[in-house]
């Protein structure tokens, strides 16, 4: 498979195969959601794709989607939303706004369960990654997520420290090159 940039205009094309493999994903442990939030993801996408600095990768070959990325710039005033909210609680507003605000939050990375193994995660997470402004890349997991922790970890990520209120378990993680990677604690 070919990891390519897709822009979020060329997304309706893929919508049906990228619902497949969200679904596919997000419907096993240790996500466990219902199969119809795929379609549900397809739809969120096609609003997300309109984001300042939203980038989308595909692992494609031929008419096959093995796996996706997308992030977008954080807006410099830190979404309330979600899990945002607390996250910012967390962090405090002087990390939050130096460690996230206008840096790029990972959204989702998912791979099909039949190309897992084959590096495309990696790939998929480095396409989307590699204009993060200065290295700023962030994303959000759970560390009930033992395997997508794994990987992060593997490819370098740094779990930030800190509990995050009213979100048990979630895990605010800084990219590889991020500049405030070097104060974290070893991983």
Do not use: K
């Not at 600095?53 to 977008?72: H, K, N, Q, S, Y």
């Not at 830190?78 to 605000?101: H, I, K, M, N, Q």
């Not at 959204?107 to 402004?133: C, D, I, K, M, Y």
């Not at 930030?160 to 104060?183: C, E, I, K, Q």
Request: proline residues 9%; charged residues 20%.
């Amino acid at each position: 498979m070919r990891v390519r940039l897709i822009e979020g205009g060329s997304l309706p094309a893929y919508a049906d195969r990228i619902g497949q493999v969200y679904a596919d994903v997000f419907s096993s442990p240790p996500w466990n959601e219902d199969r119809s939030t795929g379609a549900l993801y397809v739809e969120r996408l096609a609003a997300d794709a309109g984001r300042p600095g939203f980038t989308a990768a595909l692992a494609l070959e031929a008419d096959t989607v093995g796996g996706f990325a997308t992030a977008w710039t954080t807006p410099r005033t830190f979404p309330s939303g979600r899990s945002y909210g607390p996250v910012a609680e967390a962090l405090g507003p002087d990390r939050t706004a130096a460690w996230l605000c206008g840096g790029l939050e990972v959204n989702e990375l998912a791979v099909a369960p039949a190309a897992r193994g084959t590096g495309l995660g990696a790939a998929l997470l480095s396409a989307v990654t590699e204009t993060a402004p200065d290295g700023r890349c962030w994303l959000l997991t759970y560390a009930h997520a033992e395997a997508a922790l794994g990987f992060y970890r593997r490819a370098g990520w740094h779990p930030v420290p800190v509990a995050v209120p009213r979100r048990p378990g979630l895990v605010v993680l800084l990219g590889p090159d991020h500049p405030a990677a070097a104060g974290l604690a070893p991983r």
